[in-house]
């Protein structure tokens, strides 16, 4: 370390003490807040990664969510791994293993508890299982802590390692030395720090063999064995001091638990002897007193395995006499629940009245003993409680006191028999002593009850909800919310309430009548719990249900203002943003859609009246997308805090919903980069996730995807897209709809690439044609990879299956169209609204014919379609198209190709508005009279093709349209040809 001979910096220690003392998330808070920051000083830097994995690797052992915690241990672990690997030997090192081993010990020893006070064998040794792996990583911590500590010990000169000092007493049950303050010496400091991993290492060894239930299992024997070969180490070295009489009790309970109670107890007496005789109650050593009261245990416990529990009480009670004026204090309640212990024991041998007499003594003693904070508190409780019910939890004692009453009570709802734990929380709040208590105790007593009792009564009324019995449920919750409103159990009434209210509220078998009546109620409690809880979540909620019922009402204003009104601080906050974006989107959406279909304004007033009603919308649509980023931003905060997996994963759903919409609402605004960054992570869980058939959510997610790389250009990403959603969505009209819409995309790039091929071609750049030609191809690559799944398919109306198959044939998909066209044709009817269709698909399978240069075939075929539709624009189109091919190989047939392509543009000119096939046949008809006058040298040809052109280009204002620059650029192109040919 850079300061290995200095104490740490203030901020280093600082963390340190944060870690050791509860506040881990504090400490990762500060590490994740100045992880850039250039003030850091040089040796937290230094020991940055190990430091921060140490303290995740405690944080995570504090929190409730698993699956955080888990995430925590990962990038602890990732941290760690690349410090080691940078610095193999780093004495930081040691220090970390340490922390992660105490948070895997302090687990391991509480599943123990959990696993001592479980009457079911099996969730029993589920629990010790769990403690056992717990202890082991712990153990394989220490290990490799202690060797890291040894060899920074030696690297200091060595020698032997000083003892801790006593500090201030932790509410544990067991003794251990306390941490010391920074050493001066820094090898006493590490020395120090060596001897207290060793002694956790043998504790952790001590407790992995309680996870054993078989005595003679040969693991708990090794484990036992040793945990007091290094308890024997430290008494021998540290005997004068304190800390070795830790150790030496220590050995005692392995002795204990080895089968040798006679060795435990003369161990047992070498510990007692460091005890004061005269305890004062002005001067208590609170760390001695501890390791007095836990030997003491531990003799008793030894007399009671050797047949000597007499003699083992009578042990106890004369030291309970000496040491009596300490029995207020925490450590003193071990020996005497020791006692009562033994007291319940003896219980087996007694029966009727004397029984009676006995558990009801034990019961008040219980009850004293459960009123001191401490180690054995908790304990006492538990015990309380069973002796006071049977093993169903109805009562075996009448309850004496209010303290007794609340143990059935909590006995009865521990296993949800809500009635008798009603009854049972009743009757404490009659028996709380109120000419005993002073006001203020009595207050807090009673609201403790009361709480409880209202708890109860909100447990009654789940069931009704359950039941859909909605009306007797939110007429019981509310009597329950104003009877308990000073209390939570208040606040949770008023939920179950309200949600009541709201079910009752949206009923769709109620008439109009009953619904405004079922609404009026909602609209009163709402406002009644805005009133009682202000500021609560409750209120909250009822803002929400409020802004819902409003909505309902078409009262969209009033809706957004409740939703709005809820605070920043609250926890229903990205909730409340959300319904509020949510809603002011639909309402931009429906005004837009007026606007766009209402008449033109037909002066200035009404001119002025569109310009403001676009401005109120534009500024909805604003409003929709900043509240909804505001939710979006609370629900990521929501999702991180979330105090358990089902909480976090309900947020989760939530969340993808806001970002959803939130991803909509900037592609509809033309945001691509935005829309992209929103749905870029959404994309990789529904990938993930392969669910199929693809939940709705992701085919918004990728159909979305697909428009905002359509929209930034990107149409191979857009096109691979396509592909996946084809492969996980199935035949379904909404998924090959959306693939369509992909296909008109990637079939414009092709048609706009072609043009630039041909233009490109022209030119005398190599380059630039090459470059074009290659766009052409990749265009139609991308075209057929998302049109090969899509010409399998049924589920598409009848004109977009046709231009499935007419776009299968631009991309040079020949067999997939014709196996289209002809499915269609076997399917197709005789009815008269079809015949115009089944006509087009003919005249594109005479297209495939032209395409595979069979011309005589495909001519024979139009021809005789057309002697059955002489008027068939679709077939005489196809028939212009086979002599301009055959002309390619046969110049004789290119007057052929002119005669059609005139006759039909004979047939358009008098159309009012041209269709795109006009300029197509002018096109080619020009192009036709071009090659010709190439082929033949008659320039009059290439002159009446520019005559054409012109003509076309200046009388037709629709080929200056968006739509049409392709082909008004492939008009120019012919013209300089046209022009070259008449030496021009």
Known sequence: MASAATEPSDILSFLRVLRQRGYSDVAVQYFRDHDKDPQVPADLREVWDVELAATLWVHAGQIT??????????EAQQHLDGFMKKNPNHPAIGDALAAWGNTSFDQGFLLIRAAQMQPDKAQREKLLLQARTALNEASMRYVVAIKTLKQQLDALGGGAAKPKEKA????????????APHAANQRDEVGARLLEIRYNSARANYWLAQTYSEEKDPARVAALKSAGEVFHQLYQECREQFYGSVAHYWEAKVLGDSGDPRGALDFCDEVMAVAPNNPSRQNVDHETLTLIVDTMILQMQMRVKMGEAKRAISEAVEWQKAFSVVQGYPAYQGVALELIKMQIADLKTLNGAAKKKQQRAIVEQLGKIARIPGAYQSEASALRRIQMTDSDGKPTLEPKNHDEALAVGDTAAQNQEWEDALKAFEKALELLPKD??????????????????????????????????????????EKVSKEYADTSAGGAAAAIALFAFQKLASDPKLDEAARSKAIDRLVDYANHIIKTWPGQPEADDARIGLGQVYALRGDNINAIKQYISVSPESPRYGMARLYAGRLAWRLYLAEKNKLEKAPKPANPEEEQARKDATKRTMAMRSKAQIWLGESLEAQRRAVNNADNPARANELKVQRAETELLLAEICLEGKEFDKALALYKPMLAAAQASKQSPPPPATIRTVAGTMKAYVGLGDLNKAADLGKDLAEMGGDQQQINMILVELVKYLARDLQAAEAQAVIAGAGTDAEAARVANTHVIDAKASLAQVLKPLSTREQFPLPVLIYVGETCGRAGMKDEARALYQRILAKASDDPKTAAAMTRIRAALVGLLREEKKYPEALQQVETLLNTHPNAMDLLIQKGRIYQDWAKVDPKQYPKAVGVWSDLRGRMSGLPKKPPEYFEVVYNASVCLVYDSEQTKNKEKANQAEKLLKVTLISEPRLS??????MQAKYKVLLKKAAALQGR
Request: proline share 6%; hydrophobic share 35%.
């Open 436 to 477: 005993k208590l002073a006001a203020a105790v009595e207050k807090k007593e009673q609201m403790k009850i009361r709480d409880r009792i209202g708890t109860v009564h909100c447990r009654l009324i789940a069931p009704l909800i359950a039941d859909g019995k909605f009306d007797e449920a939110a007429e019981k919750a």
């Open 961 to 966: 349209e968006p739509d049409m620059a392709e």
């Open 65 to 74: 969510n698993e699956e955080q915690a888990k995430g925590m241990r990962a």
């Open 168 to 179: 201030a007493e932790e509410d544990d049950d067991e003794p251990k030395p306390k941490a």
